[in-house]
C-alpha cells in the first residue's frame, strides 16, 4: 500500500526511536543468518557459489535461491549496513544524543531509505508452493494475497454486554486509523444493541490492504474495570481478515447452493416484515451461510450475498489448503481463534503484542493504539508483521521438508557418483 510506505517514508523518526531501530536491526541480522543457514546446507552439498548459482546444477534449488531465498541474502547486506551507520553515530563524541537522533533518521537518506525497504509491510517473503511441494495439491492451492482490498470482520466474543462495548471500541480504532491514512473504506454492516456492537463489517478497498490488516486476524483480548460491573473484567473480540479476492478466480456450481428469503428485521418503518427483501445463501458443500438484510430490495441482498460467499469460500479454501500442508492450525495469522493482543486498562495501561518478541519494543500506548493513533497503531502493525515473517519462517515445516528432501537428493546422487 503506496500511502502507507509513503507515510512511513515521511514519518519513521516519528515511530521509531534509534535504539528501537538498533533493537529490530540486531534481531533481523540474527535471524536472517539462521534462515540463510537453513540453505547453506543445501548450498554445501550442491556446491553451489552463492554468486554464480547454475541452474543446471539443480533447477529446484536455482529456483528456490532466485525466488525466495535472495532476498533475504540482500537484505542481510543492507541490516549490515544500517547496523555500520548507527555504530558510527553513537561513537560520535562530538554529537549529542539530540543530534545522534536527527542525524540519523533526519538527515541521513541512505539509512531512511535502507530501513524503510526492511520495514514494509507489503515487501513479505511468501513461499511458492510449487516449488516446495513434490506434487501439485487438487485442493485451492496457497497464493500471495497480499496485492488485494481486505474484509475486517468484527465480532464479539466472551464478556457478557463487556463484549459488545469492547467490539464497538475496536470498531472505532480501525475506523479512525484508516481515516487519519485516508485509506478507502465502507462500512458494509453494523448490528448494534444498547451496549455496542455485536458485528461489523468493513471493507477496505484498496491494493496490499491485506497485506497490512492481516496480521490482525484472531482474537483481541481486554483487561479493564467493567462499566457495568465495578469490578476487573478480562473480555475478548474477535476479528476476522479477509482478502477480497476476484471473484473469477473460484467457480460456485448452481447445485452447490440454497437460496432462502425471509422478512427483513429493523427498529421500524414502512418496509420492515412486509416484504422478503432479506436474502440467506448457504454453500452446501462447506457449511457456509451468508445472511444479508442490509438493502430493501431483495435482488441487491443477493447480489452482496453472493459476493460475500465468494470472499469467505477463498478464504475457506486457503486455509485448507494451509492447514493440509502445515498440519497445525496456529501456524495461520491467528486463524481459530489465537489470542494475538493484550490491552491492559487496569491496574496498568499497557498494549501487549503476542507475536512481537522483543521486550523492549513491546510495549505500547493503549491511549494512542485504541484511537486509531497513525504513528502508534502503524508501528505496533509493522512490528507483528514483522516478527511472524521471521518466526514463521524459521519454523515452516515447509522448508525444513524442502530442505530434507534436497539433501536426501544430493546424498544420492553423491552416492550414485561414488558407485560409477
Partial sequence: ?????????????????????????????????????????????????????????NPSIYTFYTQYLSPFIEDLIHLKEIQKEISEIQNNSSLNEDEKEEFLLLYNDDLKTNLIRI???????????????????????????????THLIIKIGMGGYESYLWNKMLTEMYLKFLDKLNIKHDLIEIQSNEYGYRYVHINIQEN?????????????????????????????????????????????N??????????????????????????????????????IQTERSQLKNRELAMKILYWKLQDYYRKEHQE?????????????????????????????????K??????????????????????????????????DTLNSSKIKEFVKRNLLKEEKKDGDNNEN
Fill in 1 to 57: 500500500m503506496r500511502k502507507i510506505n509513503d507515510f512511513l517514508k515521511e514519518n519513521i523518526e516519528n515511530i521509531f526511536s534509534i535504539d528501537e531501530v538498533n533493537l529490530i536491526v540486531n534481531y533481523l541480522i540474527e535471524k536472517y543468518q539462521e534462515i540463510i543457514e537453513m540453505f547453506n546446507k543445501i548450498e554445501v552439498k550442491s556446491k553451489i557459489n552463492q554468486n554464480l548459482i547454475s541452474q543446471r546444477i
Fill in 119 to 149: 520495514l514494509s509491510i507489503i515487501y513479505q517473503f511468501n513461499i511458492n508452493d510449487d516449488l516446495l511441494e513434490n506434487e501439485v495439491s487438487n485442493n485451492y492451492s496457497i497464493q500471495n494475497y497480499d496485492k488485494y482490498p
Fill in 208 to 252: 496490499y490492504s491485506y497485506g497490512l490488516f492481516k496480521i490482525e486476524n484472531g482474537t483481541h483480548r481486554l483487561i479493564e474495570i467493567s462499566p457495568f460491573s465495578k469490578k476487573r473484567q478480562t473480555t475478548l473480540g474477535i476479528v476476522e481478515v479477509i482478502p477480497d479476492i476476484p471473484m473469477n478466480e473460484i467457480k460456485i
Fill in 254 to 291: 448452481k447445485d452447490e447452493i440454497r437460496i432462502d428469503t425471509f422478512r427483513a428485521s429493523g427498529h421500524g418503518g414502512q418496509y420492515v416484515n412486509k416484504t422478503e427483501s432479506a436474502v440467506r445463501i448457504t454453500h452446501i458443500p462447506t457449511g457456509i451461510v451468508v445472511s
Fill in 324 to 356: 493440509n500442508l502445515e498440519k497445525i492450525t496456529e501456524k495461520s495469522y491467528g486463524y481459530m481463534g489465537e489470542q494475538i493482543r493484550t490491552y491492559t486498562l487496569h491496574p496498568y495501561k499497557v498494549v501487549k503484542d503476542n507475536r512481537i
Fill in 358 to 391: 522483543i521486550n523492549e519494543l513491546n510495549n505500547f500506548n493503549p491511549d494512542k493504539i485504541l484511537s486509531g493513533d497513525e504513528y502508534e497503531f502503524l508501528k505496533i502493525l509493522i512490528l507483528s508483521n514483522l516478527f511472524k515473517r521471521v518466526e
